[in-house]
T-cell receptor
Framework: GENVEQHPSTLSVQEGDSAVIKCTYSDSASNYFPWYKQELGKGPQLIID?????GEKKDQRIAVTLNKTAKHFSLHITETQPEDSAVYFC???????????FGIGTKLQVIP | NAGVTQTPKFRVLKTGQSMTLLCAQD?????MYWYRQDPGMGLRLIHYSVGEGTTAKGEVPDGYNVSRLKKQNFLLGLESAAPSQTSVYFCASSYNSGLYEQYFGPGTRLTVT
C-alpha cells in the first residue's frame, strides 16, 4: 500500500517568516494530495489540495508544489501569522482507492 | 448544517468495559471513516464504509467493530476496552472515494484505565 513520509515533525518560525513542510509518497499511481490543518482540540480541516495534472497551486498565503518524478510534494506558508500555529498533515490517494494515507503530521509554531 | 458530529466528546472506561462511539453526518456522504490519533503516529484508519450497509477494515482494526445501518450514521464499538485503546478518535466523511475532501468531526477523547 501507499506510504507517506512527512518532515519535519516540529517547526518553529518567527511571525512573518515562511514555513515549508515536505512529504514523499511511495506509490507512483497516487494522484491526489490534500493538506489538512488541525487546530488544538479540533478535527483536521482541508486547507488546500493538488492533483497530479498540476505542478503548483496557490491560495493566498499557502501554496503546494508537486514533483511527480521525485514523488514528493510540499506545503509553503508565507508571511506566517500566530493563527497558523497548528498541526499540518499531508496525505495521498489515487483513483479507485477508497482511502487516504496520511503523514504523521508537522506541529508548526509561529512565534510572535 | 452541523457537518460531522461525534458522541460522546470524552469518556473514561475501565479495562474490559464496552462502549459505542456514534458518528453522524448530514451531508449525504457515501464514505465514512474512523481514525485514531496518537502522539507521533498521525491518523491511523481503523475501519471505513463506502455506503450504507458496508464496512471494511483499515490499518488498525483489531479490537474494534463498526456498523453502518443508516447512511448518515457510522458506529464504532469497543467490545472489551484495553489501555492500548486510549486515544483520540475521529470520524470523517466524504462525498465519494479517497479523491475527495474528508470532513472530520471534533473527536472523542477516550481513556481506558
Amino acid at each position: 500500500g501507499e506510504n507517506v513520509e512527512q518532515h519535519p515533525s516540529t517547526l518553529s518560525v518567527q511571525e512573518g517568516d515562511s514555513a515549508v513542510i515536505k512529504c514523499t509518497y511511495s506509490d507512483s499511481a497516487s494522484n491526489y494530495f490534500p493538506w489538512y490543518k488541525q487546530e488544538l482540540g479540533k478535527g483536521p480541516q482541508l486547507i488546500i489540495d493538488i492533483r497530479s495534472n498540476v505542478g503548483e497551486k496557490k491560495d493566498q498565503r499557502i501554496a503546494v508544489t508537486l514533483n511527480k518524478t521525485a514523488k514528493h510534494f510540499s506545503l509553503h506558508i508565507t508571511e506566517t501569522q500566530p493563527e497558523d500555529s497548528a498541526v499540518y498533515f499531508c496525505a495521498a490517494s489515487m483513483a479507485g482507492y477508497q482511502k487516504v494515507t496520511f503523514g504523521i503530521g508537522t506541529k508548526l509554531q509561529v512565534i510572535p | 448544517n452541523a457537518g460531522v458530529t461525534q458522541t460522546p466528546k470524552f469518556r473514561v472506561l475501565k479495562t474490559g468495559q464496552s462502549m459505542t462511539l456514534l458518528c453522524a453526518q448530514d451531508m449525504n456522504h457515501e464514505y465514512m471513516y474512523w481514525y485514531r490519533q496518537d502522539p507521533g503516529m498521525g491518523l491511523r484508519l481503523i475501519h471505513y464504509s463506502v455506503g450504507e450497509g458496508t464496512t471494511a477494515k483499515g490499518e488498525v482494526p483489531d479490537g474494534y467493530n463498526v456498523s453502518r445501518l443508516k447512511k448518515q450514521n457510522f458506529l464504532l464499538g469497543l467490545e472489551s476496552a484495553a489501555p492500548s485503546q486510549t486515544s483520540v478518535y475521529f470520524c470523517a466523511s466524504s462525498y465519494n472515494s479517497g479523491l475527495y475532501e474528508q470532513y472530520f468531526g471534533p473527536g472523542t477523547r477516550l481513556t481506558v484505565t
